[in-house]
């Protein structure tokens, strides 16, 4: 019998969080519930660029270097998140981007890796590079043309050559066109990286799922795993949680919609071999960055395995069942 997740060990797939050492130093139930459960911990925002450079001149890699230094004591995996992200470049970076020079980005890659990476096996190098479309137009994207992502890539593999090289993208779960649109698109731009032999080891699944986007089908996202596990890749699932839809029912109500949004999900998943194991964005509703903000009480959304009160709920169970039966 496993008890809790179990850190997930024995069945060869792991459990991990996104965390903020603020959040574990000040709350000793999140804390336990972090050495509990996980295996791996997410930097959910610590390692980010404007987290760590807010401006030229300030270095400020204090949390995240508080959070590697508990991931050690307690034998945690680090997920390093993220080398390149739109919405966490810092204005003075974009300016500097926008002037075509690729030293900005390496000399960042060079500070972050430089910094964490004996402790990272596995990297985020794009967060979010697609649209439904096919690139997405970042700063990134305009400076340096579509050969950012493999250039980004070909750098972090530099500076990191041990380390697993990630890109990690959302909206890939349902059926509705943009989805299928966005399926389209990811698969497009792997298949591109592959065929010129640009250092890439897996993709990231967020997983924000969302109980107002319809049912989930397994005749939609199980052949896209496949498509991606045909190309060599290995797959995370990186931020998994649940948007609610309907916040009038019985919290018992809520509470069961969202684990079983995440057990048909799980099912589908799970049942694919690349999938190395799974991220959930937080662990307690009171952290997730769903909230509306201001929002409590019966208002809070509860998308995570813990209520605010760090009290498991059945989306918990939802995880330790599947990962235990994987
Ligand atoms: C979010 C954090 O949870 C927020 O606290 C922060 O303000 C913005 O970023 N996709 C990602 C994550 O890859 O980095 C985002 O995290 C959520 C969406």
């Known amino acids: 019998m496993l008890t809790p997740i179990d850190r997930s060990r024995t069945a060869g797939r792991y459990f991990g969080a996104a965390v903020r050492f603020d959040q574990i130093a000040g709350n000793e139930r999140l804390r336990d519930a972090v050495l509990r459960d996980c295996s791996s911990i997410t930097p959910e925002i610590h390692m980010k660029w404007d987290a760590l450079r807010p401006s030229p001149d300030r270095w400020t890699p204090g949390p995240a270097d508080d959070l590697i230094a508990f991931a050690r004591q307690n034998g945690l995996k680090v997920r390093g998140h993220a080398l390149i992200w739109e919405q966490s470049t810092p204005a003075w970076a974009k300016a500097a981007i926008a002037g075509a020079d690729w030293a900005v980005v390496r000399q960042h890659f060079e500070g972050v890796i430089g910094r964490f990476g004996d402790d990272i096996l596995e990297w985020d190098v794009v967060n979010e590079p697609i649209d439904a479309h096919g690139l997405r137009e970042t700063t990134f994207f305009k400076a ?95 931020e998994l949680d649940v948007r609610e839809h309907d916040l009038s029912l019985s919290l018992a109500e809520r509470d069961r919609r969202v684990a079983e949004e995440v057990s048909r999900y799980l099912d589908i998943v799970m049942d694919q071999p690349a999938v ?22 019966a208002n809070l959304n509860r998308g995570l395995p813990y209520d605010a009160a760090l009290a498991p709920k059945p989306m918990r169970e939802a995880l330790r069942s599947r990962l235990a039966a994987a």
Do not use: C, M
Request: aromatic share 8%; proline share 5%; net charge neutral.
């Open 144 to 238: 340096y043309g579509p050969d950012y992502v493999a250039r980004a890539l070909t750098t972090a593999r530099e500076l990191a050559p041990r380390a697993k090289l990630v890109i990690n993208d959302y909206s890939f779960e349902y059926d509705n066109p943009v989805e299928d649109a966005r399926r389209a698109s990811f698969l497009r731009l792997l298949r591109e990286l592959r065929r010129a032999d640009v250092p890439l080891d897996g993709v990231g699944l967020q997983a924000h799922l969302d109980l107002g986007k319809g049912a989930l089908r397994r005749e939609t996202l199980a052949p896209f795993l496949t498509a991606i596990a045909d190309l060599g890749l290995e797959i995370s699932v990186t």
């Open 276 to 297: 190395t194991g799974v991220t959930t964005w937080g662990l307690s509703d009171s952290h997730s960055w769903l909230q509306p903000s201001g929002a409590r009480g």
